[in-house]
């Protein structure tokens, strides 16, 4: 799958900002009256791309790209992408920022 398709769908999964979680993989939550999985950014791309997390997460592409696009945005930032999205005071528009700067440079790419 293209970089690109896997960033937009992480980004349609979090256009319902409930969607997203901190401290933990994925949460189950009511929504509308529905009971809908809710994910962490790399559960969401776990999600999206059909991989299941393990230590080799960090040699995949699209966790590269996504750390890229952290490091990016967040100069300070030297860990994992679980230690950032867990971070107190994170918030969703953050992660959404990370994923749209993901989904640029992929496509400026042509990835």
């Known amino acids: ?3 690109s398709t ?4 992480i980004d349609k999964l979090y256009s319902n900002p409930q969607r997203w979680v901190s401290g933990q ?3 189950y939550k009511t929504l509308r009256g529905k009971n809908v999985e809710c994910y962490c950014l790399v559960g969401a791309l776990n999600k999206v791309t059909g991989a299941f997390s393990s230590s080799s997460d960090a040699d995949r592409p699209e966790y590269k790209a996504l750390k890229r ?3 990016q945005l967040h100069t300070g930032h030297r860990g994992s992408i679980e230690s950032w999205n867990d971070r107190k005071r994170r918030t969703i528009g953050e992660i959404r920022a990370v994923v749209k700067r993901a989904l640029k440079n992929a496509v ?4």
Not at 6 to 9: E, K, L, N, T
């Open 1 to 3: 799958m293209k970089l």
């Open 6 to 9: 896997i960033f937009r769908r």
């Open 25 to 27: 993989y994925s949460e």
């Open 69 to 71: 696009s952290i490091k």
């Open 108 to 111: 400026a790419a042509g990835a």
